[in-house]
């Protein structure tokens, strides 16, 4: 589904992205993972087109990606959720859903003030929309809510939710489990293995080995920019390269 290819990324003298090339095939689950500063947030700021890559291609679904802004990505089938919680606080939990899809909306000043049956009827399915997605993401009873009464799993759900209503073919999240508790982690696992489940394809940025492990199909390990290994979460798991650059390696201990 996304192949990248010799991606790279330079600010000043810092290459914070190095020829990482890998693939997502279409209905797994790919986890990113290496330590901090490893390239893995810039990496997927190219994919998502909140960056242009300095050299290298990002294809979707056999079609070149990489000169596109993000709106132009999302409407292609690629939706992203970030590390920080991004909500309106005061708004209701169906109305941060909402939010997204009416960024797709065809409205315009006119149609908002005067509301024509075709303004109406948009309206009406883009609440349907965001609903549906509230259904999936196992949180419709709390539509009416408002985020700063909710815990911060329930608001990491929710935007999860907000980019399941644009019903995307790969959703990327970056640092989903950022904050939360072990409970609260281990449900999200189940959110996301449900979503591939579906057929929607997951592109994951993840510092939670216990998540990692548990959901992914296939993991890529970046280190300063460059990939060092992918594989099976077994294959990562034994990687030499992997356990020195991301789990550590104990003084006096072989790194084979």
């Known amino acids: 589904m996304l192949s990248i290819t010799g991606a790279s990324k330079r600010f000043g003298g810092v290459h914070a992205v190095d020829a990482v090339s890998f693939e997502v095939p279409r209905g797994k689950i790919v986890a990113l993972i290496g330590p901090n500063g490893a390239g893995k947030t810039t990496l997927f700021n190219l994919i998502s087109g909140f960056l242009r890559c300095d050299s290298g291609s990002i294809v979707f679904e056999s079609k070149a990606i990489e000169g596109l ?45 005067l509301r024509p049956r075709s303004q109406r009827d948009e309206e009406r399915r883009i609440e349907e929309a965001a609903r549906e997605a509230l259904r999936r993401g196992g949180i419709e009873h709390l539509a009416d809510e408002t985020p700063d009464s909710l815990s911060y799993g329930m608001q990491r759900r929710i935007e999860v ?16 489990a950022a904050g939360l508790n072990d409970g609260e982690t281990e449900d999200l696992g189940r959110l996301i293995r449900g979503l591939r489940d579906t057929g929607i394809t997951v592109l ?32 990562v798991r034994a990687n030499p390269k992997v356990i020195e650059a991301y789990l550590g390696v104990e003084e006096g201990q072989s790194d084979a």
């Not at 296939?218 to 990939?227: A, T």
Request: glycine fraction near 8%.
């Open 69 to 113: 802004p993000p709106f132009r990505r999302a409407s292609h089938g690629i939706a992203r959720t970030f590390q920080h919680v991004q909500l309106l606080p005061q708004s209701s939990v169906l109305e941060n859903v909402m939010v997204g899809l009416h960024l797709s909306g065809r409205a315009g000043v006119l149609s908002s003030v």
């Open 161 to 176: 939710a907000r980019a399941m209503a644009m019903n995307p073919k790969l959703l990327m999240m970056d640092e989903p």
């Open 204 to 235: 994951i940025v993840e510092h939670s080995m216990p998540l990692v492990m548990g959901i992914s199909d296939h993991v890529v390990v970046l280190d300063y920019g460059r990939k060092i290994a992918e594989g099976t979460v077994d294959e």
